[in-house]
Nanobody, 126 residues
């Protein structure tokens, strides 16, 4: 089972920033749209953001627009999630996902993604 490798989670005060990274095998990354989801206990996995295979198209949940930025680096086979002005309600386990697809496609449903990371905890204190 292919696993994506996430890093960068941690504890931060409200208003602070974190940058999450997600690395994937090259044969996967180069063909995949990438996304971040998050989940809190007892709730469904929630879409946060996605970026198309060619990086030209992005999508954000309303709750993170203007604060979070997704990007990807083909040379490193890595996707990033820059999170600024973090708030306590952003506390969750963040998961990276990848889906093999065409250049400008992305998806917002967890069900559509083929590969997942193990998750990284982000905790924002008030």
């Amino acid at each position: 089972q292919v696993q994506l490798a996430e890093s960068g989670g941690g504890l931060v005060q409200a208003g602070g920033s974190l940058r999450l990274s997600c690395s994937a095998p090259g044969r996967i990354f180069g063909r995949a749209a990438m996304a971040w989801f998050r989940q809190t206990p007892g709730k469904e996995r929630e879409f946060v953001t996605a970026i198309s295979r060619n990086g030209a198209v992005t999508s954000y949940a309303d709750s993170v627009k203007g604060r979070f930025t997704i990007s990807r680096d083909a040379n490193k086979n890595t996707a990033f999630l820059q999170m600024n002005n973090l708030q306590p309600e952003d506390t969750a386990i963040y998961y990276c996902a990848a889906k093999s697809t065409i250049l400008t496609d992305y998806r917002i449903r967890a069900f559509d993604y083929d590969y997942w990371g193990q998750g990284t905890q982000v905790t924002v204190s008030s």
